[in-house]
């Protein structure tokens, strides 16, 4: 085990910090600036806001290009730990959430928000849950001392797997829920923020790599690139709270209520992927970072099909924020447990003793 403490960078150990300045700063700019908020948000093609589209893109193709599809060859070597979290990923965590929806937001919570709200917050919740993590996974896999390699591909085939199964989970477990749900919109987003930024990153990965090598790819193109997304991620934010300011100052504990269900969901499957993984003897560098990946959220996907199906100033859209949140802070606590719990993976050591 490592003895060298590790820690986030500046922006992402502050993640929390800087999205509750967003709210802030999209709020007042939303109260000066009226008319700016108004224009921009009529800068819309098939209902995509052009102004978030790009700032999406922004967030997600620098993630994209740290993908190695040419891992995934090397994952029948150790297959377990992929397995459960495919199962947890694919199987257990959008039914899991839409549960979690239904019980708080159309039940437990349904006198306090309303009908509207509540289906509005299912589907932003559901969103949240039909596409595991990508970009921070890298992040939580570090501070946990997990197999980059490995790592690597379960992020790899994940992407794949979203290709196909994000639209089919989305449409089914909306449709379940009576939320109506524009198939066009869907697939166009789909297109929009996942299949075209992988190809994009793929190919830029594959010709970079062939022409200037690793190391410039890594140093000269990819590292500048790191800021990118959380910065990114950030105005789109204050973008969306210019637009939320009204529902927010009106309705501030419904973001209290909307992180109840999705608090409660990151510390279920990751639970479930880490005891998996330890009733199977996966390796904690393996079993840690499966048990992330299976409780954290795609969000930046999750806040841009959001808008694309559901608008800006939508309830699902501010549940997609709360998202983010809620994300940094529980999943810290997360790799806290995971570290904390590290002797519970050691299997060959415990044979050893038994044989003695």
Request: hydrophobic share 60%; charged share 10%; glycine share 6%.
């Amino acid at each position: 085990m490592s003895n060298t403490v590790k820690r986030l960078d500046f922006f992402e150990r502050y993640l929390t910090i800087w999205v509750f300045g967003c709210i802030v700063i999209g709020i007042v700019l939303g109260k000066l600036f009226p008319g700016l908020v108004s224009v921009l948000s009529q800068l819309e093609v098939s209902h995509v806001n052009l102004v978030i589209a790009i700032l999406i893109w922004l967030m997600i193709y620098p993630m994209m290009l740290k993908i190695d599809f040419s891992a995934i060859l090397k994952v029948g070597e150790r297959p377990k730990g992929l397995l459960i979290t495919l199962f947890v990923n694919w199987i257990v965590k959008p039914f899991s959430m839409a549960f979690l929806g239904w019980l708080f937001f159309k039940n437990l919570f349904l006198p306090l928000i309303g009908i509207e709200l509540a289906n509005e917050y299912m589907a932003g919740v559901i969103l949240l849950a039909a596409a595991p993590c990508t970009a921070m996974v890298f992040v939580w896999s570090y501070l946990t001392d997990g197999d980059p390699a490995y790592t690597l591909v379960q992020v790899a085939i994940n992407d794949l797997i979203m290709l196909v199964l994000f639209a089919p989970i989305v449409m089914f477990l909306l449709g379940v829920s009576n939320i109506v749900v524009p198939k066009d919109v869907l697939f166009m987003s789909v297109l929009l923020y996942i299949v075209i930024p992988l190809g994009a990153g793929y190919f830029t990965r594959k010709i970079l790599l062939n022409t200037k090598g690793e190391q410039w790819f890594n140093t000269n193109f990819l590292a500048p690139l790191k800021p990118v997304t959380i910065i990114a991620l950030l105005a789109t934010l204050v973008i969306i709270f210019a637009f939320q300011g009204d529902v927010i100052l009106g309705n501030w504990f419904n973001i209290v209520l909307v992180a109840i269900p999705i608090t409660i969901q990151v510390y279920f499957n990751s639970s479930l992927a880490y005891w998996l993984s330890k009733h199977f003897k996966v390796p904690h560098s393996i079993a840690a970072p499966g048990a992330l990946i299976g409780a954290s959220n795609f969000f930046e996907l999750a806040v841009a099909v959001s808008i694309s199906l559901f608008g800006l100033k939508s309830g699902a859209t501010l549940a997609t924020v709360v998202g983010v949140l809620v994300e940094v802070p529980v999943m810290l606590s997360v790799c806290n447990f995971c570290n904390r719990t590290r002797h519970w993976f050691m299997f060959e050591k415990k044979k050893i003793t038994d044989k003695g």
